[in-house]
C-alpha cells in the first residue's frame, strides 16, 4: 500500500493543527471531547483519503492520454501536392456510382482510381475523358480538394489517416 502523499494528507493537518491548540486547554480536562476530536479527525482522514487519491490517479492517467494523442496526431500523414492528373476512363457503376481512371501526364506509370457513390448531383457526371483534375492539399492537411479544370470542386479526397478517423465517416 503506497502511503498518503503530503499534498493528500495537507488539509487534515491544517484541520487538525487549526483545531487542536485553539481548544487545548479544554481537551485537557475533558478525556471523552479529546477522543472526540481524535476520531472526527480520523474519520475525516479515512474518508477523504481515497477521493485524494483517486483524484490524483486520474490526474496522472489524463496526463499520458493528452501527450499519447499530441503525438499521434503530430505522427498523422499530411496531404502534400500532387500533380494534375489526366482523365483516362469514365465508368458509371451499377449502383449508380462512378469510377474515374486517372494518370499522371508526366509519369504514365502513376495511375490512380477514383470511386464516387451514387447520389442525386454526383460531380463525376460531368467528368469527361481527356479532362484534367487538380489535387489541392487543404490548409490542415487532411486530404486534397479535387477540381476540374475550371476550379469547380468535385470532391475531398482524405488521407488514409483521415479517412480513418470516425469524423470522416457520412452519417
Do not use: C
Request: charged content about 15%; aromatic content about 6%.
Amino acid at each position: 500500500m503506497k502511503p498518503i502523499s503530503l499534498l493528500a494528507a495537507a488539509p487534515l493537518l491544517a484541520l487538525a493543527v487549526g483545531v487542536a491548540p485553539a481548544q487545548a486547554q479544554y481537551y485537557s480536562k475533558h478525556p471523552v471531547a479529546s477522543s472526540v476530536l481524535i476520531t472526527s479527525v480520523a474519520s475525516l482522514a479515512v474518508v477523504t483519503a481515497p477521493v485524494w487519491l483517486t483524484s490524483a490517479g486520474l490526474g496522472k492517467l489524463h496526463d499520458g492520454s493528452a501527450r499519447r494523442s499530441r503525438i499521434a496526431h503530430a505522427a498523422r500523414t499530411k496531404a502534400g501536392p500532387l500533380p494534375p492528373l489526366t482523365v483516362e476512363r469514365v465508368e458509371q457503376q451499377a449502383d449508380g456510382g462512378f469510377q474515374v481512371a486517372l494518370q499522371n501526364p508526366q509519369a504514365p506509370d502513376d495511375l490512380a482510381v477514383l470511386q464516387w457513390p451514387a447520389r442525386p448531383d454526383n460531380p463525376a457526371a460531368e467528368v469527361k475523358v481527356g479532362d484534367v483534375l487538380a489535387f489541392e492539399p487543404t490548409p490542415a492537411g487532411a486530404g486534397w480538394t479535387v477540381a476540374a479544370a475550371d476550379g469547380t470542386a468535385l470532391a475531398f479526397l482524405p488521407t488514409a489517416d483521415a479517412a480513418a478517423d470516425n469524423l470522416s465517416e457520412r452519417f
